[in-house]
């Protein structure tokens, strides 16, 4: 167990739906990342909070939004979803800025979109 | 255009022996590097990080060598243990754009006894 709780693990769902996804960071970690893994493709970041506030963004589709709450969980909302959405979606979480001991990753969220 | 490569999809290897898995980036302002390694439906799980001032960086059996001139970086595992079976994901970094980590595509190793 990493520390980083994701859920759920495995989501299937239909075209147009849409969907959350929640994050639960290691105990003491102010950052949460978000990352999108899809079929034969490594992770590709989508974006990064830090303690409440969007810190940086990547390749994130406008369809696709996220926040960080007070308690410092995250939830990342995918819209109108698509078949190229199905992917792994991992969250992971880090104590502040450094990245001397990476960061520490969840188990991710298999979404399948049919 | 992919920022990260990692060129062998696959590599096998006896237990005991070296695994050497390597690593290639175009982005001249990336300077922070990580391993990661993956088993399947779990997610990554961090090995070893090098600072960009630095051209070598061991822990235990994961050494992480640059060169920043051929901007290369490789993983050396010694021994290679069954366990070690796994995909590898180099990432890299840039200060400039905070953590973000732009990770490779992924070397599957397997490791045989």
């Known amino acids: 167990d990493s520390g980083v709780t994701q859920t759920p693990k495995h989501l299937i769902t239909a075209t147009g739906q849409r969907v959350t996804l929640r994050c639960s960071p290691r105990?003491?970690?102010?950052?949460v990342y978000w990352y999108q893994q899809s079929l034969d493709q490594g992770l590709q970041f989508l974006i990064q909070?830090?303690?409440?506030?969007?810190?940086a963004k990547g390749n994130i589709l406008e369809r696709f939004s996220a926040q960080q709450f007070p308690d410092l969980h995250s939830e990342l909302n995918l819209s109108s979803l698509e078949l190229g959405d199905s992917a792994l979606y991992f969250c992971?979480?880090?104590?502040?800025?450094?990245?001397?001991?990476?960061?520490?990753f969840g188990s991710g969220t298999r979404l399948t979109v049919v | 255009d992919q920022q990260v490569k990692q060129n062998s999809p696959s590599l096998s290897v006896q237990e005991g022996r070296i695994s050497i898995l390597n690593c290639d980036y175009t982005?001249?302002?990336?300077?922070?590097f990580l391993w990661y390694k993956k088993y399947p439906a779990e997610g990554p799980t961090f090995l070893i990080s090098?600072?960009?001032?630095?051209d070598k960086n061991e822990d235990g059996r994961f050494t992480v060598f640059l060169n920043k001139s051929a901007k290369h970086l490789s993983l050396h595992i010694v021994p290679s243990q069954p366990g070690d079976s796994a995909v590898y994901f180099c990432?890299?970094?840039?200060?400039?754009?905070?953590?973000?980590?732009?990770f490779g595509g992924g070397t599957r190793v397997l490791v045989k006894p």
């Open positions: 992971a979480s880090s104590v502040g800025d450094t990245l001397q001991y990476g960061y520490t």
């Open positions: 105990s003491g970690d102010l950052s």
């Open positions: 909070y830090y303690n409440g506030e969007e810190r």
């Open positions: 982005n001249s302002m990336f300077d922070y």
């Open positions: 090098i600072s960009s001032i630095k």
């Open positions: 990432a890299a970094s840039a200060e400039a754009a905070g953590n973000k980590l732009t």
